[in-house]
Every structure is written in structure tokens, then in C-alpha cells.
């Protein structure tokens, strides 16, 4: 859609240093929450033993993700060519419809938002909404 | 017809007995507009909107915010018709404010989002699932007499 203009970049920068060291359970409760909010996101991890929310394999995931997350955080200035492995990953190995980004982004800005009420004002959402849809379009870089 | 669980619909009624109206529906009205710009369409005349302070203080956007979200007031009382109980709110928004259904996808992940920050840990993910599903019925209904 739109460039992340240098306020946008700060405000992603300044707002993740309250995310520093709680990445893994903010990337865990965001992937239990698309699993039961979004039942359908279910279908792209048939191979887990166990699909509950709370489950080892979910949290498991969440941690990784948010990882991903973080790290496009220190490639926020160049997105597309920072995340080409991943791209690469998801275009030809997981093949996730893309849609499903747009999903996992709201999960985490409501974790986001139940984390740190007085932070998460209004500007910082919109700048970390920029991003996550400026990342969810780098990560379909390669898709065709 | 939608089928509720009763967690869902005991769900529904617990979060809107203890809504503080003036304080999210405001918050989420602002956030829209701030968020998603292009919302601000239907509100040229709502006076200054230049900037988020500006949305966040501006008294039209904090009435219609809490109006929007007493709209939703109905539908907590009738779960089980949905449909038809926005079925005149549904043409005024598609004939008279020619608002496009999308938006309406938009106003309620924000007012996800300000539920959250209001209910806290309390919000869980079954909680959010089932406020998800309620306004995503909403939504449909909204937009269903659109032709």
C-alpha cells in the first residue's frame, strides 16, 4: 500500500523496545489467538498433534513468528530485500495465502493492545499497521 | 439463523453490562479515522480532523462514537435476528450514507482492539473469538440490504 515514512519507522522502533524480552509470550498468545478466533488458520498445521491454542506446538510457533517479527523490525528500512529467504520460504515451502497475514497482524495488535493500553495510542496503531501490512507484502514478495 | 453457544451469547451480555460507552465507542470512532484515513470521507462535516490529536478531541467524532456503539445495544438484545434488527439501519447506510461495507470491517477490528485494552487480560481468546463472531454478524447484517 503506502510507505513507512521516518515517523512511521520511529514509532515501530520506539514502541518495540516495550516488546524487547516479552516477545515470546506476546508471540504465543497472538498465534493462540488466530487459532481460535480464525478456526480456518487451523488448516495450515494439519501436521500438529495437538491444534488447542494453548497447545506446545502453538506456542512453539507464536515464538517463531514474533522472532520473524522482530527481526523485520531491524530491516524496517529495507523490508523486501531483508526478508527474501523468508519470502522464498513462504512462497515455495508454506505457500500460506496471503490473507491470512492481514490475521495474524490484528492478533498481535490486540495483544499489543491488552499489553500496553497506554503506549498503544492511536498514532503508534496506525504506524504498526503500516508495517505489519509493509512486512505481510515483503513476505508475498515472491509468491508470482 | 446463528447458532450462540452459551459462552458465546453469556459472553456477548457480560462485555456490554460493563461497557463504558462514553469512554470506547469515542476511542474506537477515533481510531478508525486515524488508522484507516480514508474513513474520514463520511464525516466531512465533522469539523477538523487533520491529525490524531485533532480526531481524538474533536466532540462530533466522540458523540457519533458513542451512538455507534449504543447501535450495537439492539443487537445484544436480539442475538437470535440479528438480520432483521438491522435490516432499516442497513439501507440508510447503503442508500442515504452510501458508506461502503468494507468501512464496517474496519470500525470493528478497532473496537476489538479498544475492548481489549479496556477488558485486559480478561479479553481472552475465547472471549475475543465469540465479541469477533457477534460483530461480524453485525457487519453482515449491515451490509446485507446493500444492492
Not at chain 1, 10 to 21: C, E, H, I, L
Not at chain 2, 48 to 53: C, F, K, T
Request: charged fraction near 20%; include cysteine.
Amino acid at each position: 500500500m503506502t510507505t513507512l515514512t521516518a515517523k512511521d519507522k520511529d514509532a515501530v522502533r520506539t514502541f518495540w523496545a516495550n516488546v524487547s524480552g516479552k516477545e515470546e509470550d506476546i508471540g504465543s498468545d497472538a498465534v493462540a489467538r488466530m487459532l481460535a478466533v480464525y478456526p480456518q488458520t487451523k488448516t495450515y498445521f494439519s501436521h500438529w498433534k495437538d491444534l488447542s491454542p494453548s497447545s506446545p506446538s502453538a506456542r512453539k510457533h507464536g515464538i517463531t513468528v514474533m522472532k520473524g517479527v522482530a527481526d523485520a523490525v531491524s530491516k524496517i528500512d529495507d523490508l523486501k530485500g531483508g526478508l527474501l529467504t523468508l519470502s522464498e520460504l513462504h512462497a515455495f515451502t508454506l505457500r500460506v495465502d496471503p490473507a491470512n497475514f492481514k490475521i495474524i497482524s490484528h492478533c498481535l495488535l490486540v495483544v499489543l493492545s491488552i499489553k500496553f493500553p497506554n503506549d498503544f495510542t492511536p498514532e503508534v496503531h496506525v504506524a504498526l499497521d503500516k508495517f505489519l501490512a509493509a512486512l505481510a507484502l515483503a513476505l508475498a514478495e515472491k509468491y508470482r | 439463523m446463528v447458532e450462540w453457544t452459551d459462552f458465546e451469547r453469556a459472553t456477548i451480555v457480560d462485555i456490554f453490562s460493563k461497557m463504558q460507552y462514553e469512554v470506547v465507542g469515542p476511542a474506537a470512532l477515533a481510531r478508525c479515522l486515524i488508522v484507516y484515513p480514508w474513513t474520514q470521507r463520511y464525516f466531512g462535516n465533522f469539523g477538523n480532523l487533520y491529525n490524531a490529536a485533532a480526531i481524538s478531541g474533536n466532540p462530533m467524532v466522540a458523540k457519533h462514537g458513542t451512538t455507534i456503539l449504543h447501535g450495537l445495544d439492539r443487537a445484544v438484545k436480539n442475538m437470535d435476528d440479528i438480520k432483521s434488527t438491522y435490516a432499516e439501519l442497513s439501507v440508510l447506510h447503503s442508500e442515504k450514507l452510501h458508506v461502503d461495507p468494507d468501512n464496517f470491517k474496519l470500525l470493528s477490528d478497532c473496537l476489538t482492539i479498544v475492548v481489549a485494552a479496556q477488558l485486559g487480560k480478561e479479553f481472552t481468546g475465547k472471549v475475543q473469538a465469540a465479541f469477533q463472531k457477534f460483530l461480524a454478524v453485525v457487519v453482515s447484517s449491515l451490509g446485507r440490504q446493500y444492492h
